[in-house]
């Protein structure tokens, strides 16, 4: 059974750095793609970034590119995203994601992945 947990939200202030980590259990995640999502109030979920376990290549939205980074611990089977210069308009539920590589680019959009974990608050404040 697959497990994602999610840790290191919490409250700063604008430009200000977080790290957050989804620990990833109940499989081997070798041949998966993980991602990020987010999600602000009243919003859809809004994805983040995404890295392919094996090959480490990775893909990051433009909304948050130059300043969120994905990367992944295959010793502590742990997924990161490092948040630096954060705004308040950062503010949102993360969730971690999991999903079998069925394409060669990675997936982006929520209904492709099958897993989720429960989610970390982060909120900026101006």
């Known amino acids: 059974q697959v497990q994602l947990v999610e840790s290191g939200g919490g409250l700063v202030q604008a430009g200000d750095s977080l790290r957050l980590s989804c620990a990833a259990s109940?499989?081997?995640?070798?041949?998966?793609?993980m991602g990020w999502f987010r999600q602000a109030p009243g919003k859809e979920r809004e994805f983040v970034a995404a890295i392919n376990w094996s090959i480490g290549n990775t893909f990051t939205a433009d909304s948050v590119k130059g300043r969120f980074t994905i990367s992944r611990d295959n010793a502590k089977n742990t997924v990161y995203l490092q948040m630096n210069s954060l705004k308040p308009e950062d503010t949102a539920v993360y969730s971690c994601a999991a999903t079998p590589v069925r394409y060669r680019l990675l997936p982006t959009t929520s209904y492709e992945y099958d897993y989720w974990g429960q989610g970390t608050q982060v909120t900026v404040s101006s």
């Open positions: 109940g499989r081997t995640f070798s041949n998966y793609a």
